[in-house]
């Protein structure tokens, strides 16, 4: 079924509610340990194992929307237009990165976020430009990204912090969220890959059911269409709602 520009591919936001919801879940844990209602090992592996998914399956949805954004406007902006667009989108989420920084800097400090998935979304948008219309050149670098970045984080440490964004880890280093681009930025590249080749001309290039009108697939395209605003604002309602229970 092919959409018009103006339409949604519904699978994508359904997606994105997933990972969101996933994203909570995991907030949920931390904050209850952190205000004691719990004492869950947060390095376990089986939450380890839930945490990364989340922020795979964010990113590489970052890479597939990158494709269709591009796919509904080439053809009406020029290419100074395009460039000026995924400017503006790459840095303004960056910069709600670094108020994650500041934030975290004072709730809860210990670990507060230097470098997390705002930081490596939008610093991705910018870098990711060049290969929005690619598909194997996106692929090979995304995967030469992502074993660059797996050698790096077991192998190599160092005692500066100025190349955390690139994925050197100084010794004794601790966050509570950190994306680098090596290898994640290979994690966005590899969803332009995907969306270059599920869809193009803004039509899917494969067969799906329609599930779209379900009411809990409506509820997870609402999340996932909203996803920016609920990952700024839910971290403040779930501590607000513990801190008024905690007394």
């Given at each position: 079924?092919?959409?018009?520009?103006?339409?949604?591919?519904?699978?994508?936001?359904?997606?994105?509610?997933?990972?969101?919801?996933?994203?909570?879940?995991?907030?949920?844990?931390?904050?209850?340990?952190?205000?004691?209602?719990?004492?869950?090992?947060?390095?376990?592996?089986?939450?380890?194992?839930?945490?990364?998914?989340?922020?795979?399956?964010?990113?590489?949805?970052?890479?597939?929307?990158?494709?269709?954004?591009?796919?509904?406007?080439?053809?009406?902006?020029?290419?100074?237009?395009?460039?000026?667009?995924?400017?503006?989108?790459?840095?303004?989420?960056?910069?709600?990165?670094?108020?994650?920084?500041?934030?975290?800097?004072?709730?809860?400090?210990?670990?507060?976020?230097?470098?997390?998935?705002?930081?490596?979304?939008?610093?991705?948008?910018?870098?990711?430009?060049p290969f929005i219309?690619?598909?194997?050149?996106?692929?090979?670098?995304?995967?030469?990204?992502?074993?660059?970045?797996?050698?790096?984080?077991?192998?190599?440490?160092?005692?500066?912090?100025?190349?955390?964004?690139?994925?050197?880890?100084?010794?004794s280093f601790y966050?509570?969220?950190?994306?680098?681009?090596?290898?994640?930025?290979?994690?966005?590249?590899?969803?332009?890959?995907?969306?270059?080749?599920?869809?193009?001309?803004?039509?899917?290039?494969?067969?799906?059911?329609?599930?779209?009108?379900?009411?809990?697939?409506?509820?997870?395209?609402?999340?996932?269409?909203?996803?920016?605003?609920?990952?700024?604002?839910?971290?403040?309602?779930?501590?607000?709602?513990?801190?008024?229970l905690s007394g």
């Amino acid at each position: 079924m092919k959409e018009t520009s103006s339409e949604r591919f519904w699978e994508i936001d359904a997606l994105r509610g997933i990972a969101i919801l996933m994203m909570i879940t995991y907030h949920v844990t931390f904050d209850l340990n952190y205000f004691e209602f719990t004492s869950t090992d947060l390095n376990s592996l089986p939450l380890l194992f839930f945490l990364y998914p989340v922020g795979t399956l964010f990113l590489l949805l970052v890479g597939v929307s990158l494709t269709l954004s591009y796919s509904r406007v080439k053809n009406t902006y020029s290419k100074n237009q395009l460039r000026i667009k995924y400017l503006k989108r790459g840095t303004s989420i960056f910069a709600l990165g670094l108020l994650i920084t500041l934030v975290t800097w004072v709730y809860p400090h210990n670990g507060f976020i230097v470098f997390g998935i705002l930081h490596c979304i939008g610093l991705s948008i910018l870098l990711a430009y060049p290969f929005i219309r690619s598909r194997f050149s996106a692929f090979l670098i995304g995967v030469l990204c992502i074993i660059i970045g797996v050698v790096l984080r077991s192998t190599v440490t160092v005692d500066f912090p100025w190349l955390l964004w690139l994925g050197f880890v100084p010794t004794s280093f601790y966050t509570l969220d950190y994306f680098p681009l090596l290898p994640w930025f290979g994690v966005v590249l590899i969803g332009i890959f995907l969306g270059n080749t599920l869809y193009q001309n803004n039509a899917r290039n494969f067969t799906l059911k329609e599930y779209s009108r379900f009411i809990g697939t409506r509820m997870l395209c609402f999340l996932g269409r909203h996803a920016l605003i609920i990952y700024l604002l839910h971290q403040l309602i779930i501590v607000g709602i513990l801190y008024l229970l905690s007394g």
